[in-house]
């Protein structure tokens, strides 16, 4: 009995507090703190969203921020907008992080960096089948070959003094789809995660220079360049990244911030992230013996949930193409008389998409207005026939035909094919 009771004290006692004593003991790098006051903070990408975030923020906090972009007047405008909010000046450079000469040239002039973050980034989601190589090529050079780029001017200046200057950080812009390659993603995820073997082999070459890495990896946050992406992401891409709340740029900007000045390697920035940081933990270095406690203790267990992820992702793959598949090219048609003229109302589904359409002929048969639209979303035939009806009316005013439209007041369907 007494055995028993022991060895139950020990499982739930002893064994955890000697696995933290041992993880508090071996734990690399030892942790670090990271000031960011007065000190030069250099920040690609920082006219815009969480680029911009972030300047705001570390202006506020009293460092010295410069930016760097392409787009003159929208880093000027950051500039003016960052000065009014928070009365520092920051310094402004036009470059992009393709072109290494003038990455260079923007460095030398900027001085000795104590912080930067390699921000920038673009993202044009489709599928690879589909995608233009140029854009493949497009993300792979800004996001992964800019990002060398920076890092290599920026390192000399960055180890020299660094004694007297005290703890540097290199933080980079991943995504949580750095972490897990998600539908749509195949060119960004690839970018994304050859920043963390980058990241991961170049904190130990860096190590004795007091150089610190943060890898930041946000879900989907609410950017001006995550508007332009919406209007094109593959409806699967959305789904599934919606396994992941959305963010304010000002969020992540503000777990980023942190996750730098705690030296935090891997900076996850909602609560999904953390679960996918854990689970994704692999080799990489951890100062926190708390958090490798967390990874050691939980790793079953994120495990079987990761394999639910997947499960529930290829569910909805397996339902959206088995949905497609029956409804490719649905073509539905409607022919609507009225007062001379021939309306023929179209409804068709095709790639996922529903269109809309009325195409009016006069009484030569002569196109007299054409009217289209696509409706995203998830539709099956059935739907794109009640929406095609439904929307027939609303189409048909568009159209230079208002009257002739609504005085035919019903719209005499008749389904021709
Ligand atoms: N928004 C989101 O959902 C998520 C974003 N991320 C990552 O966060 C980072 C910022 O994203 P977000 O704020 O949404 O992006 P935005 O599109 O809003 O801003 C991108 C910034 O990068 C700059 N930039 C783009 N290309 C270049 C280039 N070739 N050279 C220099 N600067 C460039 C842009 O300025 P300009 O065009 O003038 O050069 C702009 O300042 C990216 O790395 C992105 O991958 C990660 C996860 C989610
Ligand atoms: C084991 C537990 C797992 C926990 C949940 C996993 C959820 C993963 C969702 C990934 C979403 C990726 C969004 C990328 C956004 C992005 O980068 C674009 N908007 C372009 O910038």
């Known amino acids: 009995m007494a055995d028993a009771y022991f ?67 929208k880093l000027e405008e950051a500039k003016e907008a960052i000065k009014l909010a928070t009365g520092r000046d920051v310094r402004i450079f036009s470059a992009d992080v393709r072109e290494y000469e003038n990455i260079v040239k923007v460095v030398e002039e900027v001085g000795e960096i ?39 001017a920026a390192l000399p200046g960055m180890k020299k003094n660094r004694a007297e200057r005290g703890p ?37 070459e860096i190590i004795a220079d007091n150089i610190h890495i943060s890898l930041i990896f946000p879900p989907d946050t609410e950017t001006p360049g995550f508007v332009e ?16 709340g959305a963010m304010k740029a000002d969020e992540v900007a503000k777990k980023s911030i942190d996750g730098i000045k705690s030296g935090t390697f891997i900076v996850p ?17 951890q100062r926190s013996f708390l958090m490798a406690f967390v990874e050691v203790v939980t790793s079953p267990i994120l495990r079987i949930a990761g394999l639910c992820f997947q499960w529930n992702w290829y569910g909805s793959i397996e339902k959206w193409y088995a949905q497609k598949k029956q409804c490719k090219n649905t073509l539905l048609q409607y022919l609507v008389a009225f007062d001379g003229f021939t309306s023929s109302d179209l409804a068709f589904f095709c790639e996922g998409h529903v269109g809309v359409g009325v195409v009016t002929r006069d009484h030569t048969g002569s196109i007299v207005a054409v009217c289209s639209k696509l409706v995203d979303g998830r539709f099956s035939p059935e739907d794109a026939e009640g929406l095609a009806l439904r929307e027939d009316l609303r189409l048909l005013k568009t159209c230079g035909l208002r009257l002739a439209a609504t005085e035919c007041d019903a719209l005499r369907g008749q389904k021709i094919k």
């Not at 690399?28 to 006219?47: C, D, L, Y």
């Not at 920038?120 to 089948?129: A, I, S």
């Not at 933080?171 to 991961?200: D, P």
């Open 168 to 204: 540097g950080s290199i933080a980079i812009m991943s995504s949580q789809a750095g972490q897990v390659g998600i539908y749509g993603y195949t060119a960004y995820s690839a970018s994304k995660f050859g920043l963390r073997g980058m990241a991961e082999a170049l904190q130990q």
């Open 7 to 73: 060895s139950l004290l020990s499982l739930i006692l002893v064994l955890p507090l000697t696995l933290l004593i041992f993880l508090y003991f071996i734990v690399r790098p030892r942790p670090v703190r990271v000031p960011i006051k007065n000190r030069h903070v250099f920040i690609t990408g920082g006219s815009s969203g969480i680029g911009l975030a972030l300047a705001h923020q570390c202006a506020q906090q009293g460092a010295d921020v410069t930016l760097l972009a392409r787009n003159v007047s």
């Open 114 to 152: 104590d912080v930067l973050v390699c921000n920038h980034g673009v993202y044009v989601p489709q599928e690879l089948e589909s995608q233009e190589l140029e854009e493949i090529r497009f993300m792979i050079d800004v996001n992964l070959m800019g990002t060398f780029h920076l890092i290599k």
């Open 229 to 244: 992406e919406n209007k094109r992401r593959p409806q699967l891409t959305s789904i599934i990244a919606a396994s992941s």
């Open 269 to 285: 920035c909602n609560f999904e992230g953390f679960l996918l940081s854990v689970a994704t933990a692999g080799l990489c270095p």
